[in-house]
């Protein structure tokens, strides 16, 4: 290697450095922001739970009301005399899966994981107690990705691996100067994931509140607010099946005191 490239593989040792020092920050931040928002949610729970409740099993009813009406109109299509059953794939109103692998893709990534296993597994380092640890947590990281990424997640991780950015081996800074694009590449994403989830973790309304009102816990008389006039359109809506469901009770606790 001529010394010329020598100043430049010296830069991206740094930028990598400071990649990862951006990675931790971002990761302590995500962590507080999760914590003091779910200790926050659990105080409005307390508050609030007979009301959520209510509101679950109420939207709960109404569904099936909304069911058995759909259904008992279908019905009395099908007695209809110009019925005529749908022809052709019905039309899912749920969200869209997620595209199943190939087959291909799917060797791929075993190929993949396998080989990034047995190179970093935590037994090759049994005689190198200062590293254990890190290769069990890099470990940890592939089967991760390998369970829930992608394909294109889990070769990033593999280069990531593999051009000695683990910190398992020391680096070749020859052969890691000709790999600049992969070095960086993983790095990159987890910093730009990161960045993704920090940023609608601060975008939650409870986290707003938290922060952006002197007295949060206010928030609480807006949410019974909104509670109770949710819980009053619910009960209108499904009084005649309640109303069904008590009558039917007091049938049946009446012909039981007969026996």
């Keep these: 290697m001529s010394k010329q490239n020598l100043p430049n593989t010296k830069n991206l040792l740094q930028e990598q450095l400071s990649i990862e020092a ?5 990761t302590n931040e995500l962590e507080v922001v999760e914590y003091e928002t779910s ?5 409005l729970r307390a508050i609030l739970i007979d009301m959520i409740i209510e509101e679950q099993e109420l ?3 109404y569904r099936q009301m909304q069911k058995a009406k759909k259904e008992k109109r279908l019905e009395q ?3 209809g005399k110009n019925y005529q059953e749908p022809k052709g794939l019905k039309i899912s109103s749920t969200k869209e899966a997620k595209p199943l692998e190939t087959d291909e893709d799917s060797k791929e990534k075993k190929r993949l994981y396998r080989e990034a296993m047995l190179h970093v597994h935590p ?4 005689m190198k107690e200062d590293k ?3 290769a069990t947590e890099i470990t940890s990281q592939l089967i ?6 992608s394909l294109a997640d889990l070769q990033l991780y593999h280069n990531h691996i593999f051009t000695g950015n683990t910190i398992l081996e020391k680096k070749n800074t020859e052969s890691s100067n000709s790999n600049t694009t992969v070095i960086d590449s993983y790095l990159k994403h987890q910093k730009e994931e990161l960045e993704k989830k920090l940023f609608l973790a601060k975008n939650r309304q409870t986290y707003s509140v938290l922060k952006d009102y002197e007295n949060p816990m206010l928030f609480a008389e807006e949410l019974k607010a909104y509670y109770t006039d949710r819980l009053l359109k619910l009960r209108k809506r499904t009084r005649k ?3 069904l469901e008590i009558q039917f009770l007091i049938i049946s606790n009446t012909n039981l005191s007969f026996l």
Excluded at 123 to 126: G, Q, S, T
């Design 241 to 243: 099946s309640l109303y």
């Design 39 to 43: 200790v926050f949610e659990a105080s």
């Design 77 to 79: 299509r099908k007695r």
């Design 59 to 61: 939207s709960d009813l």
């Design 22 to 26: 951006q990675i931790q920050a971002l």
């Design 123 to 126: 037994d090759k380092f049994a």
């Design 144 to 149: 991760q990705i390998y369970k829930t990424g």
């Design 132 to 134: 254990i640890d890190l």
